[in-house]
């Protein structure tokens, strides 16, 4: 330790001759000088940039063979092999060319978009973390392992941070970054800067995933005009996208702006609807050399109709682009569960730029809503489609024995009618029996939040060995969250009472309730989070490292605004305040053996806070929170091997992450001998494995031939046996109850069962044509495998194994038989081919581009993920729904895109 604090502080102070390297960099295509480009020695932490010429001079005092690298937004990366012995080099005019796969990134966002969920489990990816990197492993893990949501190192996306000009953009609910907030933005989020996994940033501590950070400044983007045309048939069908960007003139004002509009009746999952506006504005102004301010607006509005998982059976029923969520009302596509969220930013910056030192520190408000709408159904049949009663299984399950004929009806009647039936819910609601009350509602899940956000960052290089970066960032929230009537669907009013207890949800107000009123819950959330890092690295000789550390301390609290019946004591009014006080610690230690090989090494040790999501226990109805809830700990570790030779680069890594004491509540109905109702799961100290290797490497045949390889193999695993308790919200009380505690079901026996993280082995090989005539052609064939669905923790307990009527463990639950029962879901393997061209070309100024994607081109069916039910909370129960073809309560799946297209044309000027 002594020695490596030693290494990062002090330095080799010796006599040594400096090379220089010179050029001029020039647009292959316009045939004009590029200034701002990046110039670097790979391997070494010493930069230079073009001026307004395009010239550049970086001095090294390294020696030996090593590579020079040129980079710049939109054009292709450039590599060229040098010789260093004390020597100045002048390469004269560098050619750099147009990277014609720019549009390809636009295809990425048909991903990050997507958010395939419902109230049980979520299958989410990281892929939009990844845009900003030339890393060949995470590019192939953004493009092509992403559509089968595949996780890098089998985190998700709460690993990793983004922040928009220096600030954190992660959301208090669930630690993940809100992409729509910024979605259909491509031309102006484009310049983004990337640090994988444990690495320093310039910016944050970060997480473990990686830190993007999205520069919006006017005078880093392409200046000029571009509009673009898309077609598709992923989320959106179509989409227009024009950004101007202004040039560069004496006054020092410099303005973007962007604009989108994207669209579909329905996606690929049936009546998946898309309708998205975006605006963009920012204004820079250089006030002198050393100081800038700008003003940033982003308002994007979001509205998709959402999709469902579904079991075997159903599946084989509707095939892999059903969703029983939609149905037709007046010849037009309505989905039951849509998703609309418009949360305006609005930011200003300062930023400060010498020789030594920089400083960004910047401020933003953000505010607007979030909904989610559902069917609410009330002493009235479950509108849902693919509910098991209404399903053969069900008659074929029948305990008294099969009934084939009304199964053959069921089979039927879902061919015909497998979508919500909207006029059969008017007509209930309009049945006069009812007294005009709603038997049916559709209502929002509203998010109605304001966020401040203050941040600072400082980079001061103390001399050519050392870099001091320091920051501070704050932020704060103020949430309602409440559910509010959309349409009463034909009917008076809706009855503000809870039908399994029939109790009020807010004995304080009226019970009849009218469209576009609050019920069921209302609650208001604060939080704050205030964090300060700090952070050294080091260059000396071969040799670099840095060490970084930060400390947070983050506040939690609920407020309720309805006095609910069944917690009459703990629903209304403050809670207590949930405070934690974390930090983090992470270092790395390279060494390049020679210019081209070179070794690195990370660790870190991370305590986070649980986020809002997995403290309040159910904050729908009252005011607890997890008991003695514990702040979990991450410790990860990295070591990569990386290669870079002048046609050959690539990069090996190993890691290993353990993450202790996480909390975890999930919702569900379960019937079970504690009772049969809805509840709340809370799982506490749960340790999850995360371990593997991933490797990259690009091999350039040919000036025009390009191939890639990449892959992952990696084990993730639940590595304790956590405590499980739940929570009920009535516990089967026949007078109003107030619960204050929670059945204790002990301890799940779930160590050593696969995380549903998505597909844990990954390989991937790609070939790209490029013409010298601008176009160019690839296709990567991409293998994945070692994926399961997840289990469900009630089913591991001991209560498990109580007979309810007995109160003793049943006869027949063996050991064997218990395993077998509940050995773990694994998901088919299954192969893909992606295929992507274009063309562009440049006449009197214009610039025309052409790109074009074909996914999943063999048409392949495969899952993407899957859970099982908890519903059946008893060996016995799911020993005999196990036993039949089709099990009542079988486990759910999503499934991915079929064969699919993405078209682009663009035009810039």
Known sequence: MRFFVFFLFVGTISAQEISSVSGKVISSFE?????????????????????????????????????????????????????????????????????????????????????????????????????????????????????????????DSRNGEVLINGIRMNRFFDGRPQW????????????????????????????????????????????????????????????????????????????????????????????????????????????????????????????????????????????????????????QIRNSRERNIFEPIFMLNHFYNDDKLKVSSGAAFQFGRSTRSRLG???????????????????????????????NLASEGFQENSQVNWPNLYAANGNKTNNDKAAYVLYDDVVDGQKLFFNAVANWNVNNELQLDFGVGYQSLTSENYAEIQDLLGAEFHEDIDPFSDTRNNIEGTANKTDGEVFNYNYEIKASKLNGFVQLSSQVGRWNGFISSEIQHSFYQRNGRFQNERFLNNSLGTSEEVIFTSYGVKGGIGHQITGRHWLKANAGILKRPPSLQNTFINPRENNLVVPDIQMETISA????YFLRLPDLTGRLTGFYTRFQNTTDINFFFVDAGVGSDFVQEV??????????????????????????????????????????????????????IDPGGAINLGIANIKDYKLAQGPQKAVAFGVEYRSPKYWWVGATANYLANNYAS??????????????????????????????????????????????????????????????????????????????????????????????NNPTFAPKYWYGYGRTYFLNLAVSF
């Open 31 to 155: 045939q004009n000088q590029l200034p701002l480009v990046t110039i670097s020695l790979e391997g070494f932490n010493i930069v230079s940039k073009t001026d307004a010429e395009g010239n550049f001079i970086l001095k090294s005092n390294h020696k030996g063979e090593l590579i020079l690298q040129l980079y710049i937004d939109g054009y292709r990366t450039k590599r060229i092999p040098i010789f260093l012995e004390g020597n100045d080099i002048d390469l004269g005019n560098i050619l750099l060319e147009k990277d014609i796969t720019l549009d390809q990134a636009d295809n990425l966002i048909t991903l990050t978009d997507a958010d395939l969920s419902d109230d049980t489990a979520t299958i989410e990816n990281a892929t939009g973390l990844l845009q900003a990197t030339r890393d060949v492993f995470l590019t192939r893990a953004a493009f092509d392992f992403g559509q089968a949501f595949f996780r890098v190192r089998g985190y």
């Open 377 to 407: 159904y009330f002493n009235a049949p479950n509108p849902d489609p693919t509910y098991y009663r209404y399903l053969p299984s069900f008659y074929i399950n029948n305990p008294i024995g099969a009934d084939f004929t009304n199964a």
């Open 180 to 331: 729509n907030n910024w979605g259909g933005l491509n031309d102006v989020v484009r310049n983004q800067e990337f640090t994988n996994g444990l690495e320093a940033s310039d910016y944050t501590f970060g997480g473990i995933l990686g830190n993007t950070n999205i520069n919006t400044r006017p005078s880093g983007l392409r200046p000029g005009t571009r509009m673009s045309f898309s077609a598709s048939n992923r989320t959106y069908a179509g989409r227009i996208m024009a950004t101007h960007t202004s040039r560069a003139n004496n006054s020092g004002l410099g303005y973007s702006i962007s604009a989108s509009r994207r669209w579909a009746e329905s996606g690929y999952i049936d009546g998946t609807l898309y309708d998205a506006y975006s605006f963009f504005g920012a204004l820079e102004y250089e006030i002198n050399p050393r100081n800038t301010v700008m003003a940033t607006a982003i308002l994007a509005k979001n509205r998709r109709g959402r999709s469902s998982a579904v079991t075997q059976e159903v599946f084989e029923l509707g095939g892999n682009q059903y969703n029983p969520y939609w149905g037709d009302q007046d010849g």
């Open 637 to 640: 570790v990295d070591f990569s």
């Open 683 to 736: 799982i506490t100290g749960l340790d999850k494995l995360h371990m593997g290797i991933e490797a990259g490497f690009e091999y350039q045949i040919s000036p025009d031939v390009k191939l890639s390889l990449a892959a992952n193999v990696g084990k993730y695993l639940f590595a304790s046996d956590p405590q499980v308790t739940i929570n009920f919200d009535t516990a089967g009380q026949e007078e109003p």
């Open 791 to 884: 289990i469900s923790s009630i089913t591991r307990t001991p209560s498990f194994l109580l007979n309810p009527e007995t109160g003793a463990r049943f006869v027949d639950a063996t050991e064997e038989n218990v395993s077998n029962l509940l050995r773990q879901n694994a998901l088919n393997d299954f192969y893909l081919l992606n295929l992507v061209g274009g063309k562009s070309w440049l006449n009197n100024g214009i610039y025309v581009s052409v790109f074009a994607s074909v996914n999943n081109a063999f048409d392949a069916v495969f899952r993407t993920g899957g859970y099982e039910q908890s519903r059946n909370g008893n060996f016995g129960q799911l020993q005999q729904d196990n036993l039949r």
